[in-house]
């Protein structure tokens, strides 16, 4: 049984947990519509999941058409940037390419598929 009271579900989920459950409805919502925020997002083109087009100069590939539906779906703008390598750490702690990038905050968000290494 859910009843909605004051913006909130409550599920009975029995005498013991009686109204101790609640989700707020409103944080999905406001989740699925990011109101066309510009968010900074790096690439490593690694083919063929992702790679530039020759004849557009832009992304194409799996990455990037999965990408674009959820770009679409969560109403975000993307400033794309080519970050050309993954990322190595280097020997004063630094991080070069995508990596380096994104703890730089010089990027929101990557869409490269990118394997795990200890190092990162």
Not at 99 to 118: A, C, H, K, P, W
């Amino acid at each position: 049984m859910s009843s909605v009271q004051e913006d909130h579900v409550t599920r009975d989920l029995g005498p013991v947990s009686q109204k101790l459950w609640k989700i707020n409805e409103n944080i999905w919502s406001r989740r699925s519509d990011l109101q066309g925020i510009v968010w900074e997002v790096g690439f490593v083109p690694f083919i063929p999941m992702l790679f530039v087009d020759r004849d557009t100069g832009l992304p194409s590939g799996f990455n990037y058409v999965l990408w674009s539906v959820i770009e679409q779906d969560l109403n975000v703008t993307s400033r794309l940037v080519n970050a050309q390598t993954f990322g190595k750490l280097h020997e004063n702690g630094q991080w070069n390419g995508v990596v380096g990038m994104l703890q730089r905050n010089e990027l929101d968000i990557t869409f490269s598929s990118m394997s795990t290494t200890y190092a990162r």
